[in-house]
């Protein structure tokens, strides 16, 4: 069975630093991958997905990167955290097919202080 | 934005009344999808309905989609205290490999 695994759950961080996420999804070959940001309260937003290796589409301007180095693994990544970062941040998988749903992780809570 | 929204914002009922939470969406869509999330969790798919359907059921839930209004009602049946959590509308727009969701609903479920 397929499996998808986010880490770290918490992740506390100040102002002006780095961020790495990452995200593993097990038991399928050419998902297609996701990253979501979810505020307090809030609905999710879609912040990247991949469709392939290398192959990433942004779906906001932001202070965040995404990246795909390898089939089943997608990457979250800021050089410089601002405030405005902080909130619950989901990966999520799909098989790529049409309808089809989507397959989450457990989530990141990110505060940046 | 491609967000949508659900209504209400937040629905508290007595254990064994039925919920109904809305969604409203803006462009032509592929499929729509209903999802649950607990507290601080992650999202756990409930049921797809596709654009050429009208009403689906899955257990004690039924989806209606209405393509011309842009509008979908997810319904649970005899609700439990367990049904407690947010739920949240999906669609995939015909361009595919997107997933925009709507706002939420939270559901209180009184024991």
């Known amino acids: 069975s397929q499996t998808i695994h986010q880490w770290p759950a918490t992740l506390v961080q100040p102002v002006g630093s780095p961020l790495s996420l990452e995200c593993t999804v097990e038991?399928?070959?050419?998902?297609?991958l996701y990253w979501y940001r979810q505020a307090a309260g809030r609905g999710l937003q879609l912040l990247f997905y991949s469709v392939g290796i290398g192959q990433i589409s942004s779906e906001v301007p932001q202070n965040l990167s995404a990246s795909r180095p390898q089939d089943r693994q997608f990457i979250l990544s800021s050089k410089k955290l601002l405030l405005s970062d902080s909130g619950f941040y989901l990966c999520a998988w799909s098989p790529g097919q049409g309808n089809s749903p989507l397959h989450f992780g457990n989530g990141t809570r990110l505060t940046v202080t | 934005s491609q967000q949508g929204e659900e209504d209400p914002q937040a629905l508290s009922i007595q254990e064994g009344e039925n919920a109904t939470m809305n969604c409203s969406y803006k462009t032509s869509i592929n499929n729509l999808q209903w999802y649950r999330q607990n507290s601080g969790r992650g999202l756990v798919h409930l049921i797809l309905i596709r654009s050429n359907e009208r009403e689906k059921h899955s257990g004690r839930l039924r989806v209606t989609l209405d393509t011309s209004k842009k509008s979908s009602s997810l319904l649970i049946t005899a609700s439990r205290a367990a049904d407690t959590a947010s739920y949240f509308c999906?669609?995939?727009?015909?361009?595919?490999?997107?997933?925009?969701f709507g706002t939420g609903t939270s559901l209180t479920v009184i024991p």
């Open positions: 999906a669609t995939e727009p015909y361009t595919r490999n997107q997933f925009y």
């Open positions: 038991g399928t070959s050419n998902p297609n």
